[in-house]
């Protein structure tokens, strides 16, 4: 899923605190890049935690709602959850999978690697790329 947020950039030495008020966080960043790069990481470790967690995602306010002070900076930040979490979530689930012997017994004498194999496997199956 994918949504652009508004956040409030406010300069302060040496770069940017970041509010993002739709969850309530901040972060920040040394420089207006980073600070951004910050924000859209920000967003999607919070939003995945709520999506693990069963609650809903707060649907994005408009910029002009956003309360902000004279020298803050107000934009959007685009996030791509499902993105997002392929990129972070990469632990290993170990998985009990059954096969006949002789076909263990030819995939081993193959140097056969089953995690890989079954990876691309379910990828192709799924129609995932990557």
Request: glycine share 4%.
């Amino acid at each position: 899923m994918k949504n652009s947020y508004p956040i409030v950039l406010t300069p302060d030495e040496p770069g940017y605190i970041v509010y993002i008020p739709d969850f309530d966080i901040n972060t920040e960043g040394k420089s207006l890049t980073e600070a951004i790069e910050m924000a859209r990481d920000a967003i999607g470790l919070i939003g995945i935690v709520m999506e693990d967690e069963k609650k809903v995602l707060p649907d994005p306010s408009s910029v002009k709602a956003v309360k902000s002070n004279k020298n803050d900076i107000v934009t959007l930040v685009d996030v791509d959850f499902t993105a997002y979490r392929k990129q972070t979530d990469n632990r290993s689930v170990k998985k009990n999978c059954t096969l006949p012997s002789w076909l263990n017994e030819k995939a081993e004498k193959a140097n056969i690697n089953f995690s890989a194999l079954l990876q691309r496997a379910l990828k192709e199956e799924l129609g995932l790329d990557a």
